[in-house]
């Protein structure tokens, strides 16, 4: 079955504890994308990937680092979390431009909790 | 960058009604214009999706259109139903692809019965 996974689904923390999310999808999508959702806002997008080694910052990467060394994981790292990292998590995944199927797929997001 | 505002946030209308999600974008070079539906707890999924050489596409009781001179784009669905209940999000990529989108802020639909 295709589908984008992500993990933890539900993560409460506290302040400056290191963290990852991870990401994984099984269609061999090259670019990847994170983005978090929070009320009135919509989504929003923290950092994207065109392909293996290719990343870069999206609308609001402050706080927030990624790396895409496979082509199926990219995992989302918060190396020193504050209160205001607590959002919805949401990972992406989509095929190359000029594809047939050029949509974007969502994991089943991420809720965050930061103490 | 690009800059997509949704109106209106909140639209509440009763069963069998039509409901109409109005977008607008900044940038002229956007060329793909997809809308999602997440209904609570859920992930955004693709509902349908309008390419910038189209004026408008139906899909069942779904249909967008897009006014590239006003760079506006609007989502109808008409006979709503109970269902149909969930928060909508329209996007814009200037990639003809989709990836790259900005997001808009999102439109939460209640269908009354």
């Known amino acids: 079955e295709a589908q984008v996974t992500q993990n933890p689904r539900y993560l409460i923390t506290v302040t400056g504890k290191k963290l990852t999310v991870t990401c994984s999808q099984n269609?061999?999508?090259?670019?990847m994308s994170w983005y978090r959702q929070d009320p009135g806002l919509g989504l929003r997008q923290i950092y994207y990937?065109?392909?293996?080694?290719?990343?870069d910052k999206g609308d609001v990467p402050e706080g927030y680092k990624v790396s895409r060394k496979e082509k199926r994981n990219f995992p989302l790292i918060l190396e020193s979390p504050s209160p205001n990292q607590t959002s919805l998590y949401f990972c992406?995944?989509?095929?190359?431009?000029?594809?047939?199927?050029?949509?974007?797929?969502f994991g089943p997001g991420t809720r965050l909790l930061v103490l | 960058g690009e800059n997509v505002e949704q109106h209106p946030s909140t639209l509440s209308v009763q069963e069998g009604d039509s409901a109409v999600i109005k977008c607008t974008y900044s940038d002229s070079a956007s060329n793909y214009f997809p809308w999602y539906k997440q209904e609570l707890g859920k992930r955004p999924q693709l509902i349908i999706d309008?390419?910038?050489?189209?004026g408008e596409k139906k899909d069942q009781r779904i249909a967008v259109t897009l006014n590239k001179t006003a760079k506006h784009f609007s989502l109808h669905i008409t006979e709503t139903q109970p269902e149909d209940s969930a928060v909508y999000f329209c996007?814009?990529?200037?990639?003809?692809?989709?990836?790259?989108?900005?997001f808009g802020g999102g439109t939460r639909l209640m269908v009354k019965p």
């Open positions: 992406a995944s989509s095929p190359a431009k000029g594809t047939k199927e050029e949509t974007q797929y």
């Open positions: 309008i390419r910038s050489n189209v």
């Open positions: 990937s065109m392909n293996v080694e290719v990343t």
């Open positions: 996007a814009a990529s200037i990639n003809n692809a989709g990836n790259m989108l900005t």
């Open positions: 269609m061999n999508h090259e670019y």
